[in-house]
DNA sequence: GCAACTGTATTACTTGACAAATACACCTCG
DNA sequence: CGAGGTGTATTTGTCAAGTAATACAGTTGC
């Protein structure tokens, strides 16, 4: 998988990480205990210092994404099961739920802005 | 409505006002038009500096929420319309949209999902 | 007009976030 | 065992975010 950065863009370099291998490993792209490039190939090939991709790898590590091995490069860790990612879907929408009811909109408003950004997506 | 701060909770001064002013708002605790505690008279009641409650007044008149008048306390805005608030969740929503494709889950699951959210805090 | 209020522009200080430098501990293979 | 790789603990430096001090401009009522 190619990852890239862009120092400019005004988004963390670790955050760009994230978001990266986790699309990479969303869509496909990145397998279950496959390797990551190493955080000191990997500052080589973008330029940056290898805590900065030690940042981003840790983060993924928490959230049970890659799995760490001492004197090892990180692999992908076998997704989480479904209950898990139900569980972190959750957590992301609960602020959400917060601002139906500061906006004071109904439930089937939200569900059907929700779900045509759902299917907006999908057909892309 | 009583406004209250609590400077070692970690979230910024600022943020809890903002997020308490805006809940008033919902909850129909503030109504339009009606007047906001002056930065001095908070500044005084919460022991914070006034340009702190400035910036919150700022967020929220940026938001649309609070109207500023000069040499006068802020007032409560009337409520964006309808569009604007429906945009203002999509808004929200987006970075979950992605997130649910990150997780690999289907559309229904998380309708399901935010539906379950919505409908228990309408119970409470 | 002035006192007593209003909000905030500007500047300064403190704390938090981000990124990097350095050195340590671990692993694999010849 | 040693070379060449692995990740990261720790510290440092820079920049951004949060907060405060000060003074200015605007409003209202006597």
Redo the contacts with the bound molecule.
């Keep these: 998988m190619i990852l890239v950065v862009d120092?400019h863009s005004?988004?963390?370099?670790?955050?760009?990480l994230v978001d990266q291998i986790r699309f990479g490993v969303a869509s496909g792209l990145l397998t279950a205990g496959e390797e990551?490039?190493?955080?000191?190939?990997?500052?080589a090939s973008l330029?940056?210092?290898?805590?900065?991709?030690?940042?981003?790898?840790?983060l993924l590590?928490e959230d049970g994404v890659l799995e760490?091995?001492?004197?090892?490069?990180?692999v992908v860790r076998a997704r989480p099961d479904r209950a898990t990612r139900l569980e972190q879907l959750e957590q992301a929408l609960r602020p959400v739920a917060t601002k139906v009811r500061q906006l004071d909109l109904e439930t089937d408003a939200a569900i059907t802005v929700f779900r045509r950004l759902l299917e907006n997506r999908k057909k892309r």
Excluded: C, D, W
């Design positions: 120092t005004g988004i963390p370099v670790y955050r760009q990551i490039p190493s955080t000191r190939a990997l500052s330029g940056v210092n290898p805590m900065t991709i030690s940042k981003a790898f840790s590590e760490r091995r001492p004197g090892r490069p990180h």
